[in-house]
């Protein structure tokens, strides 16, 4: 049994709208999300997936409605921001560091997860890249070191955006089981993908923007 | 929080080193629009020692201005700045990290290479050291005060453009004091005045342009 | 508007027949009455933006950021008035139409302010990001005002000696300094005057989509 997240809560977004450049790209959206349950957002290219992301991290202020966490106004929470693990559709790795030193990098900004850097390498398949500059790698490879923050943290909301862009399908199934474990542990986790993403056996409700 | 602060600092200094050959530039930009000016004046010693100060001035606020842009961008575009606004340390105390730590890798090697071109504009011994502290003084606030304007330029397709724009009137008040403390340092008065203007400035920068700097950083990234 | 036009005029009047000549500088001195409330103006317009451009950032309320955008190319126009006027004023005596003096160097730094504000605002495409990216510059740029103006005189003095230049201004009689107000009131009112029509034409075209505005064309119709 794995252990429980000790910081989890709920998520909900009332009437939400986002505008760009004088285009409304949604409206008026709402939706929850509890723990240990997935929101699975679907919608064409351009429906404003991506914008409806950032604006739950924090990186872009809606244009409309609220964002609540745990029945409060996320903005006001900061523990809500630095509950979020992120993975966009850029990486979030620096070219110039070795595969090493970004993981030590991640790891010392998260939140102390007790895992060693190692540990993961060995997980992701790239022991034997440890030292190689990331600029190096090909693009899966670099999308695996980008999805390895997932495993050196605690945070209980996960926010992602296409994870499983160049990704094998070994890689795809190592981190859909990431994934079972995370919702299993009392996370949430909203996330889009034009993949197709096994996640049997969990919680998921689809949403779809394009209405 | 002060462990991410270093890592940040730490970080940078390390892609700074592997990628020497990008840092460098504002470095040979500042010998050689220096080494300009003897090539347009002439050997003039009279002339050359009255504007060396100038000179030396002018470039380093060009340089300086240059070499801003690898301050933002390269977080900005690998993702690595959103992922900095989700950490427990505010931004606005990270950024610190990376100017200062940019000020080491431009702003530094700048002073450190000033006595020798200011011996080649045959400034005299003691407006040697009063130049060098005057950059001492001067350059942090120039870094300061220009990532507040790369920070709000970095997502633009033209943003170097405007960035001169934008913060060379504000570089206006820290040339204004340096040159003139360098003025009366040459005429025998003391410069005292001046130099106090120059830390109250750069004290007002350090208190407040990490805010706005972080302010700006999260316009930018919308 | 209206009322800004006959202020004007009064003001005109007053300082263009009624103020006595100044026996030093003769007739031309009474562009004074143009320049000096239009460099007030052009301080005071930046002010507005950059407290409006405060509370558009703290509050986000919509009206606050159009109200500092519509303020910057009236501010910068008024700057550029005073610049120009102030050449005229100064023609006459230094024989060039430009001299590095501590008021005419301010407002030239005022004047790249402006242009900065604006140039920022042009670039960023998204009309939001872009207000508050400015909100963020016009802050930035009234803490530096103060220190830009002060280091400037210091500049100035200290270049220039002890020398009174002809702007500062000798005590002022009571009859130039009533134009002086009319002036400075008909400016404000000519401000808030074209404020109010741009922020109206940018209101409406923020809001195109949105039913009161096509109500209200439908209406017109």
Redesign the interface.
Known sequence: MEKKYTYTGHLSVENLACWRNEQVLFSDLSFSISPENILFLEGENGSGKTSLLRIL?????PDEGEINWENETAASV?EY??N???V??????????TVE?NLN?MR??ATAEEIKTEDVLKQIGLFKKADVLSRQLSAGQKRKL?LA?LMMTNNSFWVLDEPFTSLDTASVRFFELLIKKHISRGGLLILTSHHDIDLSGLSVTHFNLSN | ML??WT?IFK?DL??AF??RSEVIHPLIFFVMVISLFPLAIGDDKVLLQKIAPAIIWVTALLATMLSLDNLFR?DF????L??M????TPLSFLVTAKIIAHWFITGLPLILITPLLAVLLYLPGESISMLVLTLLLGTPTLSLIGA?GIA??V??R??GV?LS??I???Y??VL??AT?AL?NTAQGFSAVAQLA?MLA?LV?AIT??PF?IA??L????? | MGLFVLLFVGGLYSGLILAPIDYEQGEAYRIIFVHVPAAWMSLFIYMVMAVSGAIA?IWRLKLAEIVMISSAPIGASFTFLALVTGSIWGKPMWNTWWVWDARLTSEL?LL??Y??VM??YN??E?RR?AA??VA??A???V??IP??H???E??NT?HQGPTVTKFDKPSIHISMLIPLLIMAVAFKLFYIGSLFMRVRTELLAREQKSKWVTKLLESNH
């Open positions: 991290c924090g990186f872009r202020l900061p921001f630095q979020i693990s992120y966009g559709h850029k990486n979030g790795i620096k070219d110039e560091l030193e990098l010392s900004m980008a923050r | 462990t991410t890592q970080r390390l892609i592997r990628r390269s575009e690998d993702g690595s959103e992922q606004t989700l950490l427990k507040v709000l330029t997502a633009l033209q943003g405007i724009l934008l060379l009137p504000l206006i008040p204004i004091f003139l003025q203007m400035i007002l407040l342009s706005a302010a700006a999260k316009v930018s990234l919308n | 950032l730094l790249f302010l242009f900065g140039a920022l670039a960023i998204d990001t508050r990216a963020i510059l802050l930035v740029g803490v530096n220190i830009i002060y280091s400037v210091w500049w200290l």
